[in-house]
Every structure is written in structure tokens, then in C-alpha cells.
């Protein structure tokens, strides 16, 4: 099989499993809680490592910013033989009382984005994979994390969330919005993957606390960065038991 034209790497480079950022500069984060880690190329704002963590081999690739440059991780991921993909980002909360840096592993995302109903009705369903949503909270469980579990929003537009959109959201009960699981879990059921997110609140829509509102020159609060180290160490525990 030719490179892909995006990651640059070919059937054989990669393992099974892949956690996939929407940061390239998280995809060296991760790295930094394995045991080993070996760049294997590096494009536009994709990043791929692999890396050994507790006796399991496994990918890190960043997605990028959205849905679109999501599924073209995904869809090149699937195409070198990576059977599982595990988002590990962050997310703002639509739900009073989450706070930031506490962490959500999604049931489901709502299509509020262009790209999955490029492949298919809006009605199909974008969930994760029984076998991976019950690791994250398994793992989370046995590390006394608590995380929020439930329904989330991708969206396409970040600038464009206004007071009716978050309004919307929270009524129908979404824990929060971030911009990739959608396509995340659309591509990979089409594709026979397996998939799952957990991701870190950055801030609260709906008590209007926004990304990088409370800081000076960081773009994620302190708790919030800590809380985005825990919250890889779940998905990295999670890994071995899949």
C-alpha cells in the first residue's frame, strides 16, 4: 500500500491501537508518560509517534482542529491497519456544576458538524464502542477518577456557539462540546474500528467561562492541565485492557 498522503506512513508502521489528540504538542505529552517513543512522521498538523506503555505497543497521532482533519487521521489510520482509536482532548461543559478540569467520557456525539453527514444521514448514530467507553470508565473507576459520563455536542464552528446554541445544548442534556468525536465515531464504525473519547473541560459555556478567559498566557487553566495529565493516564491504562 503507497504512503498516505496525509500521516506519511504505510501499512506495517503503526499498531492496533491509537490515541488520538487534537494537539500535536499533546501527542509529545503523551509520549512523555510511556516508557519508550519514536517519531514516525510529522505533517501539517499531524504528528505520529509510537510508543510502548506498560508492556503495550501503541500509537499517538494528532487529528488537528475540527472533524474534517479528524476523519482524514481516521480514515488513514484505518487504512495501516490501526484497529482501535481513543480521543484524549479537551471540551467545554454545557451543564452547570461541571467544572474545569474535571473530565467526560462520551456515550455519544451530536452531529451539530458538516463532515460525518458527508458519509451518511444526520439520524445514523455517532457512538463510541461498548468495549472502549467501558474501559475508560472501568480504568477511571479503579483509579478512584471521577469522570462525567454521558451524551456530547461536536461543532463545527468554535466562534460561532452562541447563547441559543448553548441554550439548546444544555436543555437536551448534552455534558458538553468539543469539535472531532462526531467524525471520530462516524469513521469508525463505517470503517470497523473501535473508538472512544475522554476529554478535560477547559470551561463552562453555560456559567461562561471560556478557554482561556482566566489566564494570562496559557491556554488551559493549571487544574485543567493537571486534569488533561490524568485524564491520559486513563486512556493510557485503558489501552492494555483492549
Known amino acids: 500500500m503507497a504512503t498516505q498522503p496525509h500521516l506519511l506512513v ?18 509529545d505529552r503523551i509520549a512523555d508518560h510511556c516508557n519508550e517513543a519514536e517519531t514516525v512522521s510529522q505533517n501539517r498538523e499531524y504528528k505520529v ?29 484505518a487504512n495501516v491497519g490501526v484497529e482501535t482509536v481513543l480521543r484524549v482532548g479537551t471540551t467545554g461543559a454545557l451543564q452547570s456544576g461541571i467544572e474545569i478540569g474535571d473530565m467526560i467520557v462520551a456515550t455519544g456525539a451530536a452531529k451539530n458538524e458538516g463532515t460525518s453527514k458527508r458519509y451518511e444521514d444526520v439520524e445514523y448514530p455517532a457512538v463510541p464502542d461498548y468495549e472502549v467507553l467501558s474501559a475508560l470508565v472501568d480504568t ?6 471521577d469522570v462525567h459520563v454521558g451524551p456530547i455536542a461536536s461543532d463545527d464552528a468554535y466562534y460561532a456557539e452562541t447563547d441559543a446554541y ?11 462540546v468539543e469539535m472531532e468525536a462526531a467524525a471520530l465515531f462516524t469513521l469508525a ?13 477547559d470551561g463552562n459555556l453555560v456559567e461562561g467561562t471560556q478557554k482561556g478567559t482566566d489566564t494570562e498566557d496559557d491556554e488551559l487553566p493549571e487544574k485543567a492541565k493537571n486534569n ?15
Open 228 to 242: 488533561v495529565g490524568r485524564a491520559i493516564d486513563i486512556a493510557l491504562d485503558a489501552t492494555t485492557t483492549l
Open 189 to 201: 464504525r463505517r470503517r470497523g474500528l473501535r473508538a472512544g473519547a475522554i476529554c478535560t473541560v
Open 10 to 27: 504505510e501499512e506495517g508502521e503503526l499498531t492496533d491501537v491509537a490515541l488520538v489528540p487534537g494537539d500535536p504538542g499533546r501527542v
Open 166 to 176: 448553548v441554550a439548546d445544548w444544555e436543555a437536551a442534556g448534552l455534558l458538553s
Open 140 to 145: 477511571a473507576e479503579a483509579r478512584d477518577e
Open 49 to 77: 509517534v509510537n510508543a510502548s506503555y506498560d508492556g503495550r505497543e501503541l500509537t499517538i497521532c494528532s487529528t488537528g482542529i475540527g472533524c474534517p482533519s479528524a476523519a482524514i487521521a481516521v480514515e488513514e489510520l
